[in-house]
């Protein structure tokens, strides 16, 4: 029980990022690869006292005993000998003790747990934060004089010699998990125009919907769309990321899965047209070298919040001597390349929940100490400084829902803990924006 105890944050943890809870959310390090702290160095602390009495922990079973209510002792070797450590618990979840133990008086906050080496002196408590918080800056870089910028359409569906299946098949089996991506295309006619559901028994992990070369919506279950006397339907399948652990994960299925239904119709049966993957991944469009060849739209203004783009800027990066991010907060979802090489995947979902004071103290639960409601669950992506250069990086996005492609910022976190002198010399520097 104490080791659950000692696993929770520290109570001063809290940040703005998302409305996970705080456990979740707060990892080691962050977007930038630099220590969330208080969290990082408090854990260290933690993980620094258990590594002194390794041997004696995973030696033995602790002698157990209850010193009074709501405290509880764990014992492991001999008391009064160096080989001794004491677990000193309070599991009220509301008051403080004060507990005298070996002729020694111990302040033990709710619901914490105190590491006491050679059974006497306290080097721990999971509720006593002596780490300060991390104090960073996030920086930007100047823009270019005159932003580079261009965008390029993704084809919907396009493929020379598409495979025609009588019903909807599984992606994964489909694509031979070379791509993320699978476009599913039928016709439906109707005799006059209508409104009506187009509906899913099961799909993975996310479809996104044409109807006659307008995107509608997103989902994996249900959405209405309009109908026409002859209506093209195209869904583009994509997946985020698969289980790759554990029995049977070659099993798990993605894309269409199940029956599909229009106008209470199951149209599972129809004729289905299947197109593996996106010409612009095809093409590499995201590599410096081919970027340079193709023909970039320069009226951004056009392809603002336009689904299915490809967008390339050139940003200006000043320093690489300090972590990097892209920043994009502007953008909807898909892919981002730095220079070539693959970010991963981005995703700007506003953060849903209820964003209560937060009290670490009793059982921990998903829902307490929620953070960053209404708020981006994730704004910054760490990219490597060895993928960075000096001057003019190309970063190539491409954007499955829409987005603004002004937006995307290469930035840089530094350690704000400085002089004042300090912070005068280096204004210039701070002045930066990538």
């Known amino acids: 029980f104490f080791f659950l105890m000692i696993r929770r944050p520290p109570r001063s943890t809290q940040g703005v990022s998302s409305a996970a809870s705080d456990v979740y959310k707060r990892q080691m390090l962050d977007e930038f690869a630099r220590y969330n702290n208080p969290k990082h160095d408090h854990v260290k602390s933690l993980n620094l006292a ?3 009495f390794e041997d004696l922990i995973v030696a033995q079973e602790p002698v157990a005993k209850t010193l009074e209510h709501n405290v509880e002792l764990h014992t492991y070797g001999t008391e009064g000998s160096d080989k001794c450590v004491s677990f000193l618990s309070n599991v009220d979840v509301a008051a403080d003790k004060y507990v005298t133990y070996n002729g020694k008086e111990y302040y033990l906050p709710a619901w914490s747990v105190s590491i006491l080496q050679g059974c006497k002196v306290e080097i721990y408590n999971s509720a006593k934060i002596t780490a300060r ?22 084809p919907i569906a396009s493929a020379n010699n598409p495979e025609i299946f009588k ?5 994964i089996q489909t694509t031979k998990d070379t791509t993320d991506y699978l ?15 187009l509906k899913f028994e099961n799909a993975g992990d996310l479809l996104h919907i044409f109807v006659n070369n307008t995107y509608v919506a997103s989902t994996t279950t249900e959405v209405t769309v309009e109908l026409d006397s002859s209506t093209e339907i195209n869904i583009l399948s994509m997946t985020s990321g698969l289980i790759s652990f554990g029995t049977y994960f070659e099993k798990y299925k993605r894309g269409i899965i199940g029956k599909v239904w229009l106008c209470g ?21 995201y590599l410096p070298k081919v970027a340079a060849n193709l023909t970039w739209n320069k009226d951004i203004s056009v392809a603002k919040h336009r689904p299915l783009t490809w967008f390339a800027k050139v940003i200006n990066v000043t320093s690489t001597d300090q972590p990097l991010a892209l920043d994009m907060k502007s953008m909807g979802k898909g892919y981002v390349w730095v ?10 979902i506003i953060a849903k929940g209820k964003c209560d004071p937060c009290d670490y103290k009793g059982v921990y639960h998903e829902n307490r100490c929620r953070i960053g409601c209404n708020d981006l669950s994730q704004r910054y992506y760490h990219i490597c400084q060895c993928w960075a250069k000096v001057g003019e990086n190309l970063v190539v996005v491409f954007e499955e829902t829409g987005g603004d492609i002004n937006g995307v910022k290469i930035v ?13 010399d280096n204004d210039n520097k701070y002045l930066n924006t990538y």
Do not use: M
């Open 50 to 52: 258990l590594a002194k």
């Open 133 to 154: 918080d991390s104090i960073d800056k996030t920086i930007e870089f100047p823009e270019l004089s005159i932003p580079e910028v261009g965008w390029i359409d993704e």
């Open 167 to 171: 019903s909807p098949k599984e992606q």
């Open 183 to 197: 476009w599913y295309s039928t016709i439906f006619k109707v005799e006059k125009k209508t409104h009506c559901p």
């Open 265 to 285: 119709k199951d149209i599972t049966e129809f004729s289905w047209k299947h197109v593996v993957g996106i010409k612009g991944e095809k093409g590499k469009y």
């Open 339 to 348: 220079n070539g090489h693959n970010a991963g995947r981005y995703n700007s």
């Open 412 to 424: 840089q976190k530094v350690d704000a803990a400085q002089t004042e002198d300090q912070q005068n």
